[in-house]
C-alpha cells in the first residue's frame, strides 16, 4: 500500500492510498484522481518523507502581534504540527458543510423563488438551498431575503472514501 500526499492548484491538500505507484499514475492519467474539496483532476504528489524521530524541525512562527499570549510568548508551529491542524479546520469545514446540507432541502435553480416564496409565506418555512445568479442573489438581499452564499463544492454531494 502506497500513500501519498497529494494537492490540487488550489492548494487543497489530501492523502491517496494506492496498490502501487502505477495505480496512482494510472488514476491520474485516468482523471479519476481528484481534489475532494474543489474536485479539480489537476493533481500533483507532494514530497514526503518517512517521520524518522523527533529531532528540532524548522518552526513556523506566526506574526507576534496576532500569536502573543497572556504570558508574552510566541505561538509556534512545527511543520508536522501545520499540516495536523491544516487537515483538522479542512475535516471540520467539510463535516460542517455536509450538516448544513443535511439540514437543508436542494431546491436546485429555483433558489431564488422558493426563497421570495418562503420570505412572502406563500410557502412553508424552511431552509433551502440551491444556485442563483449573483444578480439574482443581490436581488433577493435587496428585497431584505437574507441569504448566505457558499462555495460549490463537488465532494459534499458524494461520501468521501
Not at 21 to 27: F, I, V
Not at 74 to 99: C, I, N, P, W, Y
Not at 127 to 142: F, K, Y
Request: overall charge negative.
Amino acid at each position: 500500500m502506497k500513500v501519498y500526499n497529494l494537492a490540487c492548484p488550489l492548494d487543497h491538500r489530501f492523502e491517496g492510498w494506492f496498490a502501487s505507484e502505477e495505480d496512482c499514475l494510472a488514476q491520474q492519467d485516468n482523471g479519476m484522481l481528484a481534489c475532494p474539496v474543489c474536485d479539480s483532476t489537476e493533481i500533483t504528489r507532494m514530497p514526503s518523507a518517512p517521520h524518522i524521530g523527533k529531532s528540532s524541525s524548522t518552526e513556523l512562527a506566526l506574526p507576534t502581534a496576532q500569536a502573543e499570549n497572556l504570558s508574552g510568548g510566541v505561538v509556534a508551529l512545527t511543520g508536522s504540527d501545520h499540516s495536523q491542524l491544516e487537515a483538522q479546520v479542512q475535516a471540520a469545514f467539510l463535516k460542517g458543510m455536509r450538516e448544513i446540507m443535511g439540514r437543508s432541502e436542494d431546491v436546485g435553480n429555483s433558489f431564488a423563488d422558493e426563497a421570495r416564496k418562503i420570505h412572502y409565506k406563500e410557502s412553508p418555512e424552511r431552509s433551502i438551498r440551491g444556485q442563483t445568479t449573483i444578480d439574482e442573489a443581490e436581488s433577493l438581499r435587496e428585497e431584505g431575503i437574507d441569504i448566505l452564499s457558499m462555495p460549490m463544492i463537488p465532494a459534499l454531494k458524494n461520501t468521501l472514501q
